[in-house]
């Protein structure tokens, strides 16, 4: 496929190896965009390089799948001095266990600067955080859409969810969401596969808090496992999720969905993708003669070889701060600040979810109930604050800004769960004590929405760089005084819900989190209508450089209250459809 | 838990324990499906604080209807822990503490906690648990006793019900499993 190959020296005596292929796109990460950029790009027919820094995995080759517990020398447990070594970063984070954590990244490889602590969650492998994420599925609501501009802050979105319903709709049937159908303006409802079903003890609490609570809803989980699979999924080789609970392991059944069991598979059978990991991009290059990007610059991280791939149109998915650290290093000429950011809005507009606080308490009784399997999903609360109807009713306004929605469940855990022997008892009635589950034990958890603010920021360090020559990325983002007092209210709320719905030993907690700690990071380069205050137009293209787009969670503009990554899917998909009509139509 | 109930418990469980004899040679650990390469010699131990933490680690968790701590590999697992999990303060701390349960026991009783009767020994861990909360070794050992049993072969398979692959999440009368998941 190499039509030339040529090395050139660079002026700093820099070896660079240039290879000319005849891609049509570059795609620059293989996540959640990414991996959906890749299968647009191919099933439609264009020759597509999916770059990706992480190592190659495979599908149905995951090393921890299988390992029970008694397989791992600490149980599951990482030592403290591997934690202090590799994952001093990541461990603060979700999900980083023995079993999954060769799925992060080694923090010590890996250095970032926090000029105010963040908490920089990331993936050491292909398919990115779609292998590691938390799974759960909601679209957001025309008042997410149109909350910068009604309020003010950051930029107002050039489109509406009625210009991105058509690709959820598109989305959602390949990614196979289990959801129940609610018809709520707060939440719209979407393709769904069946919902996966509530217990008792969930099914009591959503009785209680409907009953006590007029507007607010309990509802299943919509998440990212198949129910019941469809021929969309069966033909990838994905089946029903099995209810194990193990999923950042990595799923052989591709129970829920990741790239590399879904978006790559289907990207790869047609014959158009070229992936290439171990791929660290490093800048994309901009050519002054065409006004356009022709292509990207890489380190091989394995050889330690730069190299320069060419293509027509780049689409830029490596994550939101990886995003912003490329395109601010892609320096030029004509733009010194990072390519297309004559408006110098990269890297501002730093946002995430506010999480921390919550309450969990006991749901008396049911105790002759039990289940099978590890539900991959307990229950949602849609948000209920700050909400203007379409027919125009308004909810009481807070004494801050925009949302919050809960996410939660009820289990019931034994005794010793949690792998601690606080309980006294010994012998036998120690033993059986043990072998009874305990009581129903409910739990929420709140994800709030943050304001953009343009003082919150990433930008590239002026000297320190990484082992690869990249220079390295400061975090200095915090959170303001809206984010506080919604952060308590998210807290008292789930307090008088659980006490309301009679549920025993309601106990609140509102835990301060550093900005990042969510892993739900967006904005930096935001989309808007103004080319002199926004980086990208509504099709999430570059004001200026034609052939180049951002469709991370990096384009932006505000970050609603629910989890991001189907309408990071959606956007992706939108926005592949209009680069395709511009290459047909030569614009680009 | 009054005395009356205590004694009979006590009683009881001595007579499980009475299977099980003191001076028995611990379970191998190729023998209980321990995949780390079992301790050749005890990095941590001597042979006599690792018959201790058996013994300890056997009251606590005995052999009834489902083996106990033993057959289940702990005192290995705790061997393990203390050797690689442990940072030395911490394992020296432990190794004192269990020294001292010795000395303990030879100050009150005349003998080693590896002589006393099965039911003198039951006593003692049965007093250490009721102030467990300030008894740092004890508190130490039934930890890792606790969770290297529950996450054992035997403890997740044949203590509790162990579920790699539960299929579609449904619910079901407790009636039905009888026992908890691991």
Known sequence: MIKSQKTKTTQAGKTIKVKNYDFDAIVVGSGMSGGYAAKEFCE?????????????????????????????????KIHADEIKEKYFIQKKGHGVSDYSKHHFINDQENPYVQEKPYLWTRSSKVGGKSLIW?????????????????????????????????????????????????????LPDGKFLPALPMNIAERQVKTSIEDNFPGRKVIPARVAHLTESQPVHLELGRGQCQSRSECSRGCSWGGYYSSVSASLPAAKRTGNLTLTANAQVQEVLYDNKTGKASGVRYVDTVSGENIIVTARVIFMCASTLGTLQILMNSTSAKYPSGIGNTSGVLGHYIMDHIEGSGARGTVPGYLDSYYKGRKPGGVYIPRFKNLTTQQGNSSKQEKYLRGFGYQGGAKRPTRISAGRAKQTGIGKSFKEANRTPGHWQFVIWSFGEVLPDFNNRVYLHPSKKDQWGMPLLVACVEYGENEQKMKKDMTDNAVE??????????????????????????GGACMGRDPKTSYLNQWNQNH?????????????SSVSCVNPSITFMALTARAVDYAVKQLKNGII | MSNVNRREFLAGLAVMLGTVSVTSPLVKAVEVGLTFKPPTKTDVF???????????????????????????????????????????????????????IEMDTKTKY?????????????????????????????????????????????????????DPIPGPYKEIPFSDVGKAWS
């Open chain 1, 134 to 186: 938390g799974r759960q599925s909601y679209r957001w609501n025309k008042l997410d859409f149109q909350a910068n501009k009604k309020d003010g802050h950051g930029i107002d979105w050039p489109i509406r969810y009625d210009d991105l319903a058509p690709w959820y709709d598109y989305v959602e049937p390949f990614i196979g969401i289990s959801g129940s159908y609610e018809n709520l303006d707060e």
């Open chain 1, 44 to 76: 439609k027919g264009y020759k597509t390089l999916v770059l990706d820094r992480g190592k190659p995995i495979e599908h149905g080759n995951y090393e921890t799948e299988f390992k029970a517990p008694w397989d791992m020398e600490f149980r599951g």
């Open chain 1, 544 to 556: 200026e450089v034609p052939n180049l787009f951002v469709t991370d969670g990096a384009a932006f």
């Open chain 1, 497 to 522: 819900m659980l006490k309301a719905a009679g549920l025993k030993n309601v106990k609140g907690y509102n835990k301060a989190m550093p900005p990042g700690r969510s892993i739900h990071e967006m």
């Open chain 2, 46 to 100: 001597c042979e006599q604080q690792l018959n201790i933490i058996a013994r300890i680690s056997e009251i606590i968790i005995p052999t009834t209807d489902t083996p106990g701590a033993i057959a289940a590999g702990v005192p290995f697992y705790i061997d393990h822990i203390a050797a690689n999990w442990m940072n030395k303060n911490q394992s020296s701390q432990l190794i004192a503490g269990i020294d001292k």
């Open chain 2, 110 to 162: 005349g003998k080693g906690f590896l002589e006393q009767s099965n039911i003198t020994q039951v006593a003692i861990v049965q007093a250490l648990d009721d102030n467990l909360k300030h008894e740092a070794t004890y508190k130490t050992l039934k930890t890792y006793t606790v969770i290297g049993y529950y996450t054992s072969k035997i403890g997740m398979s044949e203590e509790l019900n162990y």
